[in-house]
């Protein structure tokens, strides 16, 4: 419904600039027959024009350009298998404050939450892959690009962004949202899925440690842990400080993997 009426709002907005335009581009006046003949096209066209665009921009905004590009060329049909940066990135405590504020108002925080991190997700180059609960996957192609630490630099600037915030949200939740991020570097597996509604998954051992990281986060008392891997691909800032935590044994996973928390210089 909204679509539609902003479609008509700009068919209306078009058409008024045609009529407007019409006697100064070609030095007459609007005649009777034009405007119940042409007139009523060129409305029906705009309304049209703007109702194709506006589906096209929300379909990139509900699942990103990228995605759509690719589901469009079928790029991902057949499994593929990329290197990537995997950050998951989820709220702290979201179980205490659903029982505390409600899960309508929990659910109201995390849009606001996911709405203001999108921001410093662009400017560092990742892609927002799914919003799982409380909890946003975001990824980044394991390329040369990486080679700044873009990944982990999003982390902090996700921070900077709510700490600008914290006010806001001290207002309307009466809290300020923190959160927990793992970041694993890897080979995974893309691919379609689903016959009604198609979306792009990813699977492979890359995802399950990134998740685990993540998880582990709690247990390890920090706030973003890294994989070895990860860093092996990056180039730190200087303000930022890697602490080893040594090997750790992610749930459900045999293998050790080694651990660093990344946090900033005080």
Known sequence: MDLAVRSATM?????????????LLYWHWIESYWLGQQFPKIVAAAFFGALLVGVVFELTRLVGSRVLFNVALGRYRIPVREARVLMFLDLAGSTTLAESMGELRVQNLLTRFFYDIDDAIVAHGGEVHAYVGDEVIITWPLDERMSGG??????????????EKANSYRQEFGMVPTFRAGLHAGAVVISECGSSRRQLAYFGDTVNVTARLQEYCKEAGRNLLVSADLLRHVRLNPDLVIEPLGQAQLRGRAAAIEVFAVQRST
């Open 11 to 23: 068919a209306v907005v078009v058409a008024s600039a045609v009529l407007f335009l019409e006697p």
């Open 150 to 163: 873009r990944c982990i630099d999003c982390f902090f600037a996700i921070a900077d962004t709510i700490a």
